[in-house]
């Protein structure tokens, strides 16, 4: 695995066939990310909440936003089930 991003491929999926898991999806919000801001990770609530004082004392503004988990696969269930809680994590810096 050197050198590549352990959050995997698009939306961080896990690295695997094609840098996801198979039938797996989570893309980031691309009207987010053409207005600037970086898509940082995927987090419950609890680490939603550290990641956003981090970045709010590093000078970042941070958005929490619910995870479109409507491309998961039926395969996917148990996921989908336990990342019906997490939030996508967008900064960017303050203008």
Same mark, same amino acid.
């Given at each position: 695995?050197?050198?590549?991003?352990?959050?995997?491929? %698009?939306?961080?999926?896990?690295?695997?066939?094609?840098?996801?898991?198979?039938?797996?999806?989570?893309?980031?919000?691309?009207?987010?990310?053409?207005?600037?801001?970086?898509?940082?990770?995927?987090?419950?609530?609890?680490?939603?909440?550290?990641?956003? %004082?981090?970045? #709010? %004392?590093?000078?970042?503004?941070?958005?929490?936003?619910?995870?479109?988990?409507? #491309?998961?696969?039926?395969?996917? #269930?148990?996921?989908?089930?336990?990342?019906?809680?997490?939030?996508?994590?967008?900064?960017?810096?303050?203008?």
């Amino acid at each position: 695995m050197g050198g590549e991003d352990p959050r995997g491929g %698009e939306g961080g999926a896990a690295p695997g066939a094609a840098g996801a898991f198979a039938g797996c999806s989570l893309p980031h919000d691309h009207l987010l990310t053409d207005q600037g801001w970086e898509w940082r990770g995927n987090a419950d609530e609890r680490r939603g909440r550290e990641m956003t %004082e981090t970045y #709010q %004392e590093l000078g970042f503004e941070v958005r929490l936003e619910p995870l479109n988990l409507e #491309q998961l696969s039926e395969d996917c #269930q148990g996921c989908k089930d336990a990342l019906d809680s997490f939030s996508a994590v967008y900064v960017r810096r303050k203008t």
